[in-house]
């Protein structure tokens, strides 16, 4: 049974760093599309970040100078590094994984999740 587990999450001010992390177990996702997405009350997830094999990276416009995804195929997690927050990246924060290869900004086409973990950044 795949899991995905979520970890990082909490409270900050803007400006602050954070990294939330994600553990996979039941299969090793190292070719594996992963992606975090975001969440708010009211509106759809979206994407965020996301990761193929350990190289191939995408980025929200809007976070692509500040956040970092990262693989670490050995101790199968993807951590996501937030840098220079900003209230509006308060959101749930969560993991998804593909079996395909193919990474996508669609939230539907992602067969894994992990739970969710909340960031708040406030001013």
């Known amino acids: 049974q795949v899991q995905l587990v979520e970890s990082g999450g909490g409270a900050v001010q803007a400006g602050d760093s954070l990294t939330v992390s994600c553990t996979a177990s039941g299969h090793t996702f190292s070719r594996n599309a992963v992606a975090w997405f975001r969440q708010v009350p009211g509106k759809e997830r979206r994407f965020v970040a996301g990761?193929?094999?350990?190289?191939?990276?995408r980025y929200l416009d809007s976070v692509k100078a500040r956040f970092t995804i990262s693989k670490d195929i050995p101790k199968n997690t993807v951590a996501l590094q937030m840098n220079s927050l900003k209230p509006e990246d308060t959101a749930t924060y969560y993991c998804?994984?593909?079996?395909?290869?193919?990474?996508?900004?669609?939230?539907?086409?992602?067969?894994?999740w992990g739970q969710g973990t909340q960031v708040t950044v406030s001013s």
């Open positions: 990761i193929v094999g350990n190289t191939i990276t």
């Open positions: 998804a994984a593909r079996v395909s290869e193919v990474l996508t900004l669609s939230s539907q086409l992602y067969d894994y």
